[in-house]
Structures are given as structure tokens and as C-alpha cells.
């Protein structure tokens, strides 16, 4: 038998998973108690990420992220308007810069065929009409990216639910969870909270509430990506973004014009020694601790060593990440690159050391754990909203 409509939802993180998924859940005519630790709305990932609505064209066909990207793409713009939230269509561009990457990008172009994205090949002419000081060897088109204020779209969440009378409690912190006769006691900062089921969307720290068997398998491992902002942003018209590494969860380093019109050059990847270490000297030592102590961190650092020492190395030496942009954009001189605030990715890693390259949700009678909502998380918020509000109404 499905729950009754007036159940009871708490839900823990109020960024835009978090509130998108309460949005979806109150349309549902569920009673909504959302819990976050900070004193206001998308002050993690939501808040730190490039401002990208993502195409679906990286993501494994058939995947959550491949499925809810590109129907996010051709929905989020419209939403935006209508909430007054600043979004635009821009189309971006993923260049090679070398011959050996035109086979990779030909294959990139086919798996986003695979998920439906309009996407196709131009030359390399038909690139610098779009972006006269790019160099490259090829690209393709991608028409449906483009940017969004994703921070303000989640404040326009939490404005659309105190509307609707949702409870919405900033300033708390979630330390536990108990399963009871009749529900869920959500144990906090404040005291408990009861409902009748627990969504955990809290990102950053989602693995942490989980079960003890849950936890020894998967681990977040937390990755600083370091931005620098473009003193010349006349040197770029939109979105570049360079052909990935398909064994990596990184696009790499990339150009975007902002919904602001600032410029961003990154971001490069390196390991976060804390949780929200914005900055090189954030250090959380029971953090850094419990990644250390995980094996599927070091078999992920012995199986990408290469790329580690290279990533690190383009965070502690300018000329090195310099060089790296230069390969796409040659103008750019060590003078125009101001470094900019870091974001934290939260990336879910299994006790083999894969990187899991999906959104993973962890389902059980009373308890769904979202413990990997990276990028594109934002982008496809509202579809991850609702496919969570789904498993809910299906529980007995």
C-alpha cells in the first residue's frame, strides 16, 4: 500500500538537490521539514560550482545523469524565467587541440547522440567564427548548454516552499538518524524531529548518515576545484570546454562565460584536505583521516597517479596551469589569470577505488541516501527532485 499523501518527509541539505527535492515532495502534497546547517541557502556545491546547465553529451547512455541532464537542458531555461532567475542558452564548444584527440572527440560526439543532445561536428574555421582567439584542431557544437544562477534558483526554491508553508530550518545540523515503530527521529542540534521518512541530500557529508555495511564500501572523497577569473573576457564569447579524459569523473580545464559575464579558466582537481577546504591551508584532521584511512582512496591514487601529480602541480605552479590554457586559448599572458574561489566536488568513490560515474541513491524502507550528486547535479535538480519524491510515494 503507497504512503498516504500527508506523509511527514524530512530532508536533510539545503542545497538544490535538497530543495528541489522538497519542492517535488510538496507537489506531491507531502508535509515538508527541511533541515540544513548553515545559516542560508546553497552555500556548498550549489554555490561554488561554474554556473554550467550541462548537455547530457558526457554521461554513460541510459544513465541517471545522461537521462536527467538532457531533459534538464531543454527545460531549465524556461523554469528560470519563470522564478526571475538569470539562465540563458549560450551552445559551447568541445575543442581538440591536437590530432590524437579528434578520435575521442568523435566518440564523444556519438555517445551524446546516444542520450539525445544536439550535438555535431564543425570545423575548425567554423570554431573561431564562434570564438576568434581560440586555437584548435576541431570541435564540436553542443546548441542546448548554456548557464544559470543556480544559487539564486535555489533561494527561489526555499522563497516557492515558505510560501507553501513547508518548514524550513536553517542553522541546524543533523548528528543521527533513528528508525522508530512509526517513522524516522531525525536527532539534531536542536533536539529531534520526527517524520515518516528521511531523504539525505546533505552532498558533502551524505556518506556519513549512512549505515555502518553502506559506509565500509563507499566513501566521499572530497576534491578542490580551483578557478581563476579572466582579466580579458573579451578573449572568450562563451563556453569552451577541451576533450575529457573518458577514464576521469573531470572535464578538465575550461572557459566559461559566467551568467554574470565574468570569464572562469578551471578547474584543476586536487584532493581537499577537508570536506569544505575551500582553500590550500583548510585542513580538517579527522576529515583528511577518514579519507586516508578508506582503501578505495588509495587504489583510486595508485590507478591515477599521473594525473594526480599533474593536476597538483598545475594547483602549486601558475606557469604549469598557464600552459594548460594556452593550449586552447594562446593569447592568454600570466597577467590576465586572477585566481578566483575554489568549489569542492563530492565525489563518491567505491572501496575498489572507482570513481562512480553516476548519481548513486541508496533506497531503503524509511531512509533514501543521495551519496553522489555531483556535477550535474545542478543542472538536473528538478529531475532528481522528482525521480526522489517518486521513490518515496512508492513505499509501502
Known sequence: MAQPESSRIGIIGGGIVGLSTARALADRGHRVVLVEKEDGWARHQTGHNSGVIHSGLYYRP?????????????????????????????????????????????????????????????????????EPHLVCVGALLVDS?????????????????????????????????????????LQT????IAVDHVINCSGLYSDRLLPDDERRRLRIVPFRGEYW?????????GLVYPVPDPDLPFLGIHLTRGFDGHVHVGPNAVLALAREGYRRRDLAPRELADTLRFPGFWRLARRHLRYGIAET?????????????????????????????????AQLVLRDGTPSDDFVIISRPRITHVVNAPSPAATASVQIGRHLAGLVAGRA
Not at 541532464?69 to 591536437?98: F, I
Open 62 to 130: 541510459g544513465s541517471l545523469k545522461a537521462r536527467f541532464a538532457t531533459e534538464a537542458a531543454q527545460t531549465l531555461p524556461e523554469l528560470c524565467a519563470e522564478l526571475g532567475v538569470t539562465a540563458r542558452r549560450t551552445g559551447k564548444l568541445v575543442v581538440a587541440t591536437r590530432p590524437d584527440e579528434l578520435p575521442r572527440m568523435r566518440a564523444l560526439a556519438e555517445r551524446g547522440r546516444a542520450n539525445g543532445v544536439p550535438v555535431r561536428e564543425i570545423t575548425p574555421g567554423e570554431a573561431r567564427e564562434r
Open 189 to 192: 542540534t536542536r533536539g529531534e
Open 145 to 185: 548548454t548554456g548557464v544559470a544562477d543556480f544559487a539564486g534558483l535555489a533561494r527561489a526554491f526555499a522563497a516557492e516552499l515558505t510560501a507553501r508553508g513547508a518548514t524550513l530550518r536553517l542553522g541546524e545540523t543533523v548528528t543521527g538518524l533513528l528508525e522508530t515503530d512509526r517513522g524516522v527521529m
Open 229 to 237: 577569473t579572466l582579466r580579458r573576457p573579451e578573449l572568450v564569447n
Open 313 to 345: 602541480t598545475r594547483s602549486l605552479v601558475p606557469p604549469a596551469f598557464l600552459a594548460g590554457v594556452r593550449r586552447m586559448l594562446p593569447e592568454v599572458a600570466p597577467g590576465d589569470l586572477v585566481r578566483s574561489p575554489a568549489g569542492v566536488r
